[in-house]
């Protein structure tokens, strides 16, 4: 017995859009995949924490598992010694998949402008959220969490989400 | 001016070193280099090797510098005396290319093994990048070390080789450990870092004494106060200033606030590498709250660059105190909550007890130093040793362990935040009035009403933001009890506001070194946890 809208609708057939269903579903089980490197990565255990509370987001599923995830999330700094894996992590996720970069660091090399770190994950992988804040608050980051929600409600089934013309210094 | 206390001849480095080491200098805290290529002074080469020692009694310390001969940049290694100095000295190897002769496996430890030249010399500049496309196999440090355990080529096949990192959600942070395995058995570990190696050294020598300070947050970023004072207190001892009494009490306030966030997050986030995530919750409630606090007094979060130097950003808002004591009972709750559920709880106590267990010796050997080396059963506390800010008028105990296993490191960090908070009531009872900051134009900036005031004011403030704080010219070893042990700022001045050289003697540097050694021999399941209560903190070992 349900206890919600299913409790009156019984075993009877809704019928809605396909992508409706599927965006839906989409936005609101989004599995993190948290390459936390730095200090934002120890700020987005607080996102996860009991005051922040990913899990309202439907999000709570951070289980380091590439080719489970489906939400990339770049908390900290990546240095050219870290950046092939990044690329390897990220080459590992299954469609469809989104990237979140969390912190100066990781959008644009922060204050390192040196010669270890890369200045921006765009320049190995596609980005579709940009957080800012060294690190960012958590609320920044839930706020990012809720753009990738709409991106994903906007989508459609039908469009190829492969044909992304991307290209990094780590690809051939 | 400030020197290193011993300047020898670089082929005496063993003789003097072993002889410093029988005469009770038994901890070999730090070893780096200096290129005085732009130096103003004329020196005897190029390259300097320093070396920094700590006695038995933990109260004095030696740094003993030797000149290299430019022709051959080779010293002789003193990795068989010390464990620590395998790293340190491979550290100097790949940031300036000294080579340390007899080091058995000289190779670079921070960048990754494609790149090319030595990143600290001064003739580098700052912002050549080099592309990284391979990884390491390790089989070279791999092979030695299963021939020195009696394995030969054919046993190969026996042992499963795996990979712990450098992307584990269990290696916290950026760590590669590669093991060969007998079932599931360590029997052999090499510790690859560097992953998270962004050039604090390099981005030093590019930015004042002041906008250093920044930098230094994101070192320990679980307790950023705490290297803001260790760097602010090194340098303000270079230029011999004190600081006023309210700034003093004020950093050992937050100090240890900083302390217990730290110890708040190694013990979570051990406890769930242990399957108990309510721990998680329980321990980061009070730190969120602590959070709160600090973000009222410094702005910031994690990285609150609180201290200046010859003071403070802020002073302490009104309602700090009642403040504080929510924090404090928060933090109390925390750790009895967390301690219920644990304390008797057999399944804790069998993966802790007799788990990684690190030897006093040992330890001392390898340069652990902090809560690791407590837990071990040495009561080295650099506040009680050698005090700073007025920590010897505090009652507070120094808290060891017998074992030095898991158990006791736990164990080690709740009771020592039980003494942060020992301390903070006391000091906040002996809070004194008066100015928070040094008076003094030539380190600190000048008051607001003077700048929009009056000419003086207005040159004062270009001259310190653009030229920076003028340091005497000299070289100096400045430290100070951090949350993981002692955390080092060797500083190298040329009487400029930039620094010339600083190298940090990171306290989680030496025991990730010593980390491949004491879980061999134990489960892999029990190295997961060893790692997660000797609290590494990527920033500050890789910099």
């Excluded at chain 2, 005090?387 to 074992?403: K, L, T």
Aim: charged share 25%.
């Amino acid at each position: 017995m349900g206890l919600g809208a299913e409790s009156s609708f019984g075993d009877s057939i809704i019928t809605t859009k396909l992508d409706h269903a599927v965006n839906w579903g989409r936005s609101y089980s989004l599995w993190p995949m948290v390459f936390g490197t730095a200090c934002c990565g120890i700020e987005f255990m607080s996102v996860v924490g009991a005051k922040y509370d990913l899990s309202r987001f439907g999000a709570e599923v951070v289980r380091f598992s590439p080719r489970q995830a489906d939400l990339m999330i770049v908390a900290g700094t990546i240095t050219y010694k870290q950046a092939p894996i990044l690329k390897k992590i990220y080459d590992q996720m299954c469609e469809p998949k989104w990237v979140i970069s969390m912190g100066a660091c990781a959008c644009s090399g922060g204050f390192y402008d040196n010669y270890t770190t890369v200045q921006g994950i765009d320049e190995i992988i596609p980005v579709d959220e940009y957080v800012s804040g060294c690190p960012p608050r958590p609320e920044a980051v839930l706020d990012a969490v809720m753009r990738i929600q709409e991106k994903a409600q906007r989508e459609s089934v039908l469009d190829d989400r492969e044909k992304r013309d991307h290209k990094g210094f780590l690809d051939a | 001016m400030h020197k290193n206390e011993l300047l020898i001849n670089s082929n005496e480095i063993r003789n003097t070193i072993s002889k410093l080491k029988n005469d009770g200098y038994s901890l070999l805290l730090d070893i780096t280099a200096i290129d005085y290529l732009n130096y103003p002074d004329t020196t005897n080469s190029r390259f300097a090797v320093v070396y920094v020692l700590r006695d038995h009694t933990f109260k004095k310390f030696i740094t003993v510098k030797t000149f290299v001969d430019d022709a051959t940049l080779t010293v002789d290694t003193i990795s068989d005396m010390f464990y620590s100095a395998n790293w340190a000295e491979r550290e100097t190897y790949d940031q300036y290319g000294i080579i340390f002769k007899g080091h058995p496996n000289l190779k670079r430890v921070l960048n990754h093994h494609q790149f090319k030249g030595h990143p600290l010399r001064k003739d580098y500049p700052t912002t050549k990048r080099q592309i990284c496309t391979e990884t390491e196999s390790l089989m070279d440090e791999m092979n030695p070390l299963l021939e020195s355990y009696g394995y030969t080529k054919e046993d190969h096949e026996d042992l499963m080789f795996l990979n712990v990192g450098p992307s584990h959600p269990a290696s916290h942070g950026t760590i590669r450990n590669f093991v060969a395995m007998e079932g599931e058995t360590i029997k052999a570990c090499v510790t690859e870092v560097g992953y998270l190696h962004r050039g604090f050294e390099k981005s030093c020598e590019t930015h004042t004494y002041s906008q250093v300070i920044p930098y230094t947050d994101r070192l320990n970023y679980c307790s950023a106060i705490l290297n803001n004072i260790g760097y602010s207190k090194a340098v303000e001892e270079m230029l011999d200033i004190e600081i006023t009494p309210r700034a003093k009490i004020i950093r050992v306030i937050i100090g240890e606030l900083s302390r217990i966030i730290d110890h708040l997050v190694c013990n979570a986030a051990n406890m769930v590498d242990l399957g108990g995530l309510t721990n998680f919750w329980y321990l980061f409630t009070p730190r969120d709250k602590t959070y709160d606090l600090l973000s009222k007094l410094t702005g910031a979060r994690l990285t609150n660059s609180y201290t200046r130097i010859g003071g403070l950003e802020f002073d302490l808002y009104d309602g700090f105190e009642k403040d504080l004591d929510e924090v404090i009972k928060e933090v109390e709750k925390g750790i009895a909550d967390a301690l219920s559920l644990v304390e008797h709880n057999k399944i804790f106590l069998d993966r802790t007890q007799d788990v990684g267990v690190i030897k006093e010796d040992f330890a001392i050997s390898a340069g652990i130093t902090g809560p690791n080396l407590r837990a071990a059963g040495v009561a080295f506390d650099l506040r009680k040793n050698a005090p700073y800010y007025g920590y010897e008028n505090f009652e507070f105990d120094i808290v060891v362990g017998s074992h030095g296993d898991v158990y006791d490191r736990i164990m080690v960090k709740f009771e020592e935040i039980r003494q942060s908070i020992r301390i903070i009531k006391q000091a906040m009872k002996e809070l004194p009035d008066g100015p928070l900051n040094v008076d003094d134009p030539g380190v600190f900036l000048p008051a607001k009403k003077d700048v929009y005031g009056n000419i003086e004011g207005l040159m004062n403030q270009f001259k310190l933001t653009f030229e920076g704080i003028k340091v005497p010219k000299g070289e100096y070893y400045g430290s100070t009890e951090a949350a993981n042990g002692e955390l080092g700022f060797h500083i190298t001045s040329d009487g400029s506001g930039t620094p010339y050289k600083i190298k940090c003697r990171p306290p989680c540097f030496y025991s990730l070194g010593a980390y491949a050694r004491i879980v061999e021999g134990g489960m892999l399941a029990d190295a997961i946890v060893t790692m997660a209560s000797m609290n590494f903190i990527a920033g500050e070992f890789d910099r």
